[in-house]
């Protein structure tokens, strides 16, 4: 009988959350994020994640060339400066003559309180994200300085620039009275680097308060309705606890108990989508800057969920074991 015969195609097993991003990152990457994924998560070396982020290195020593997808053209801008030595300080490579350049481009670049500017003006105009306004005399902000600052710290790099940059963050973080989720991420930042860790630890409990108190946080995804983003923000443009706590060691991880926590990490690991890439919920302003973000977004989300434990060894979640990396 037909109903007998065992069917030709038997049900496939559903691919695991690693093996899924890896199809996604292979498919619709830059260059550099195809090689910091085999980095991180498939053996690879780092010399090629390296090279790749060499090509957005310009001659004044900063970065450009939209390293960061929200600033579009070639000229190097402090955002541009901040994922790059994210890039770096995750390769063990915030070191030696680069960083020597790097810091006197900063020096030249920053303002009059010693800080850096979201975004620097220059004689012509590229296109960049509307949240990102362009000034004729920008100020100092912690949403930029405080990256930078804390990954120069945290490698041990001595540079006159980075004192006056200390004490404005400083400055800014013990006296914050109102903030917003990603200066709050900036504040983290800085913080978990900074070399004075008991005084970064009354901080960064301070601002764990003012965290929770401003509801600057979704502490339970399952009610984020309740939470409107803050002002400026996009509708659904929220963070939640694992997005201020992206490592167990990070200051921010006790401003949450185990059991906000796990909810978030629950709710992150539920968002990858059926490309294998997770959402990015900033403002969608233009096709470029949305499909370079989602693999950046992908490679944050699976390294947090690595860090807490929560994403199985490439072995055992059928992920290819290190070879070449293909080609874009």
Request: proline share 11%.
């Amino acid at each position: 009988m037909p109903g007998d015969e065992a069917s030709p195609h038997p049900p496939q097993t559903p691919a695991a959350p690693l093996a899924r991003a890896e199809g996604f990152i292979w498919l619709t990457a830059r260059v550099l994020e195809q090689r910091r994924f085999a980095f991180h998560f498939l053996g690879g070396d780092a010399d090629p994640v390296d090279t790749a982020l060499g090509s957005y290195l310009n001659g004044d020593g900063g970065y450009g060339h939209a390293l960061d997808p929200d600033l579009r053209g070639p000229l190097s801008q402090p955002l541009h400066t901040a994922h790059a030595l994210r890039v770096l300080d995750s390769l063990g490579r915030c070191s030696g003559q680069r960083i020597e350049r790097l810091c006197r481009h900063l020096t030249g670049v920053s303002t009059a309180d010693g800080a850096l500017p979201v975004v620097f003006p220059a004689p012509r105009d590229y296109p960049a994200a509307p949240y990102h306004p362009v000034h004729d005399d920008p100020p100092g902000e912690l949403l930029t300085t405080g990256p930078v600052v804390g990954v120069l710290h945290r490698n041990r790099v001595w540079h006159a620039w980075l004192f006056r940059a200390t004490d404005f963050c400083w400055d800014r973080i013990e006296n914050l009275r109102h903030s917003h989720p990603y200066e709050v991420q900036s504040a983290v930042a800085f913080l978990d680097g900074i070399p004075d860790r008991a005084r970064a630890a009354s901080a960064a409990d301070r601002l764990g308060r003012l965290v929770r108190e401003q509801r600057l946080v979704v502490l339970d995804p399952g009610r984020r309705g309740e939470h409107p983003p803050a002002p400026g923000y996009a509708p659904g443009e929220q963070l939640f606890p694992h997005d201020f706590a992206r490592r167990p060691e990070s200051l921010a991880r006790g401003w949450f108990t185990d059991e906000e926590l796990g909810r978030s990490l629950d709710f992150l690991a539920a968002e990858q989508q059926p490309d294998g890439g997770w959402p990015v919920q900033r403002r969608d302003w233009a096709p470029g800057s949305a499909l370079e973000r989602r693999p950046i977004a992908t490679l944050e989300a699976l390294l947090t969920l690595r860090a807490y434990g929560r994403l199985p060894d490439g072995r055992q979640d059928g992920i290819s074991r290190p070879g070449p990396v293909p080609p874009r």
